[in-house]
């Protein structure tokens, strides 16, 4: 049973670029949530996805975007980079409820970040 | 909005000793609890949840915590810890039912000397 999967592992990206980060979620879960993770810091909450749509969204700018594709994978999108977007970024899936609650969140490898 | 301190930034010990990390939540409603770990170089694992029942939670490798609704706490605690504990431990708090997101600690990196 895979878990979550998440590519590219690293990437190097200069100011003002754009970035697409790639997340499979664990089989069986269907909502997939993006957090950023700065150096020393514990993970933040970027945004959720759930039957496609952006269900909650953390205190991040439009700057950051995402998709969830039918398959549950999903894509987190950030437009003009800054330096300070450098940072571990986490996709972690679940499963929802027919209630709407969740399970607990399993978290993949994170895609490493460096904005020149 | 609910919030997580991580009081202990940096503990370092000596193999077998005792380990306690503290972790307090604010929140107003019920909650659910989580301890997650992240060795080197490796993503973040889940080492034990609360979600309700028995205070005393264990989980994986040894490790327990207590949940202490009184003093909002979610103590992390080991006997004796081993040189492959050395990780940066984080403890997150959601609201219980619903669609919420657990908000995260800033961590705690222990470091055990063999």
């Known amino acids: 049973d895979a878990g979550v999967t998440q590519s590219p592992t690293h990437l190097i990206k200069t100011r003002g670029q754009q970035v697409t980060l790639r997340c499979s979620p664990k089989s069986g879960h269907d909502t997939v949530s993006w957090y950023q993770q700065a150096l020393g810091q514990g993970p933040q909450f970027i945004f959720q996805?759930?039957?496609?749509?952006?269900?909650q969204r953390g205190n991040f700018p439009d700057r950051f975007s995402g998709h969830q594709f039918p398959n549950y994978s999903s894509e987190l999108n950030v437009n003009a980079l800054l330096l300070g977007d450098s940072a571990l970024y986490l996709c972690?899936?679940?499963?929802?409820?027919?209630?709407?609650?969740?399970?607990?969140?399993?978290f993949g490898p994170g895609t490493r970040l460096l904005v020149l | 909005a609910q919030s997580v301190s991580q009081h202990n930034h940096h503990v370092i010990l000596s193999e077998a000793a005792s380990l306690e990390l503290g972790c307090n939540y604010s929140y107003g409603g019920t909650v659910n609890l989580f301890w997650y770990v992240q060795y080197p170089g490796q993503h973040l694992q889940l080492l034990l949840k609360?979600?309700?029942?028995?205070?005393l939670v264990k989980g994986i490798k040894g490790f327990e915590a207590e949940f202490i609704k009184s003093k909002f706490s979610f103590n992390l605690r080991k006997p004796s810890v081993q040189w492959s504990d050395t990780a940066e431990y984080f403890c997150a708090v959601r609201g219980s039912g619903g669609s919420y997101i657990p908000t995260f600690g800033r961590g705690t990196s222990l470091i055990v000397h063999p």
């Open positions: 972690a899936s679940s499963s929802t409820s027919g209630t709407g609650g969740q399970e607990t969140q399993y």
């Open positions: 996805y759930y039957e496609e749509e952006e269900r």
């Open positions: 609360y979600f309700s029942g028995d205070p």
